[in-house]
């Protein structure tokens, strides 16, 4: 199985900052990194697919980048709606795998 | 706007069964391939298995293979999960999630909004 790791595992920020969160996959998974944002007590959400590509509806503040391994996640202006927990997802082969999350809280 | 709605969870002993349910409306059910994925705090959030759109393939992750089946109605518009020999490790949130595509490849654009399921003596 591929292990997804993300770090850091939680971050204090405050409104307005610049945020990113990183994610490595223990192999090569080319352009199949997905990322969602779960708040307590509901599902997740699709925030971007494919590394970079917004999903509809997405504040364009929210950004991904990377390649074969290695990805970021980037918030661009804090917002008080982004505080909650990010996980990344690879959907490159079976079983698909989430990170461990990383909860962003407020400074 | 696409709609996912569960149901089904509760609470069961081991070696008990459940089935979870799926209602989908909003879109054309028949035509995306849907996933089952399963959180609890301390292992984080688990894909489950996934069923292409005609119900033609089905994926499971060892953990439940053998135990659970996917399978789905597209005359009703709706997925199941039925859970056989269930283990109090299987307690989690389960959702149910649709993929992008036809067959289970690509991610996960809607969630429904989880059903739990505690399996205790």
């Known amino acids: 199985d591929i292990q997804m790791t993300q770090s850091p595992s939680s971050l204090s920020a405050s409104i307005g900052d610049r945020v990113s969160i990183t994610c490595r996959a223990s192999q090569n998974i080319n352009y199949y990194l997905n990322w969602y944002q779960q708040k307590p007590g509901k599902a997740p959400k699709l925030l971007i697919y494919y590394i970079s590509n917004l999903q509809s509806g997405v504040p364009s503040r929210f950004s991904g980048s990377g390649s074969g391994t290695d990805f970021t996640l980037t918030i661009s202006g804090l917002q008080p709606e982004d505080f909650a927990t990010y996980y990344c997802q690879e959907s490159d082969s079976f079983p698909w795998t989430f990170g461990q999350g990383t909860t962003v809280d407020m400074k | 706007q696409v709609q996912l709605g569960q149901s089904g969870g509760g609470v069961v002993q081991p070696g008990g069964s459940l089935r979870l349910s799926c209602a989908a409306s909003k879109f054309t059910f028949s035509t995306y391939a849907m996933d089952w994925v399963r959180q609890t705090p301390d292992k984080g959030l688990e894909w489950v298995a996934a069923?292409?759109?005609?119900?033609?393939?089905?994926y499971y992750a060892d953990s439940v293979k053998g135990r659970f089946t996917i399978s789905r109605d597209n005359s009703k518009n709706i997925l199941y999960l039925e859970m056989n020999n269930l283990r109090p490790e299987d307690t989690a949130m389960y959702f149910c999630?649709?993929?992008?595509?036809?067959?289970?490849?690509?991610?996960?654009?809607?969630w429904g909004q989880g059903a739990l399921v505690t399996v205790s003596p």
């Open positions: 999630a649709r993929d992008r595509g036809r067959t289970p490849k690509y991610y996960f654009d809607y």
């Open positions: 069923i292409s759109f005609d119900g033609g393939d089905k």
